[in-house]
């Protein structure tokens, strides 16, 4: 891989050039090779079971217009600092065409501080663009889809792609200039593995392997789904803590105690078909999506300076 690595660089002659193009095309290549499995399996009713908000499947004509504007953002806002990465990474002491790469040891625990650090990043800044003007104008666009789905992971206003976009790769940046022992490859496969959690996030299904059955503190689709749904609680991005440390999460945690009693209840009575579940869930659900719909009303308001009754 390494004797390919330094090919590439030869073959177009140029590092900037190399870098920006290998760049632009992985990021389009794994975002959209994820998406493909969400779109199928969104297509097939045998799925269902799993999704999280059943009477919610995007249509085809909710999927192309996701994809124009995810393409929009990608070529107005990504492209440019994707071609500014090279030097800017360079000028903070990162390694790009050389070889040898570093040691996987080195390389995960890198990956795992990035990951920490945009969650963090990402929590902070997410809370902002809940506030006034900033989601008025800029963060309502993501919030279009109370049910969201794979292709909807970067459908966002082009400010926010830039905003949040800054703590995907202010991590890596930060790390060169403070460790400068930090190669450009390392940021590719941190690249591919944040693709991968927001648009599996963004999914709307929750199966019984997915990984936040196996790790309790990642967050995961049935995590993130409920923000959308619910207008309010769970900011982060990949792990459950900081929501839990700033007490983000108390009306999920609600919902979850609810819709546990109401199912538990349900099958004691001997009623618990799987018809009459899923009518409960969707009960529960549409409630708690008016009152979702409710604090986004009130926050465009006071964005406008208007009462919400």
Known sequence: MEVQWMNW???????????GIASFLLHEIVY???????????????????????TKVP?????????????F???????????????????????????PFTDLKTMLLQVFF??????????????????????????KIHHKYSAPFGLAAEYAHPAEVFILGTGTIAGPLLYSYFMRDLHIFTVYVWITLRLFQAVDAHSGYDFPWS???????????????????AF???????????DWFFGTDTKYRDYRKKMNAAK???????????????????????????EGVRAEAKVVADATGKKVN
């Not at 990035?114 to 963060?139: C, N, R, S």
């Not at 990984?211 to 749904?229: K, N, R, T, V, Y």
């Not at 099958?267 to 549409?286: C, F, H, M, V, Y």
């Open 9 to 19: 660089y030869m073959w177009i002659g140029n590092p900037i050039l190399a870098t």
């Open 32 to 54: 959209f090779g994820r998406c493909v499995p969400w779109i199928i399996i969104d297509a097939i009713p045998y799925f269902r079971r799993w999704k999280l908000q059943p």
């Open 59 to 71: 249509t085809a004509a909710e999927q192309w217009e996701c994809t124009k504007q995810v393409l």
């Open 73 to 99: 953002s990608h070529f107005t806002i990504e492209a440019p600092m994707i071609w500014l990465f090279h030097p800017v990474a360079e000028g903070l002491g990162m390694a790009t065409w050389q070889v």
């Open 114 to 139: 990035f990951f920490v650090f945009e969650d963090m990043f990402h929590f902070f800044a997410h809370q902002a663009l809940h506030k006034g003007a900033l989601y008025k104008h800029i963060h």
């Open 211 to 229: 990984l936040q059955h196996i790790l309790p503190f990642w967050s995961g689709a049935e995590h993130h789904d409920f923000h959308h749904m």
């Open 232 to 242: 309010v609680n769970n900011f982060s991005t990949s792990f459950r803590w900081c």
């Open 264 to 290: 538990a209840a349900l099958k004691k009575s001997g009623k618990a078909t799987p018809e009459e579940l899923r009518a409960l869930e969707d009960r529960i659900n549409a409630e708690t999506e008016a």
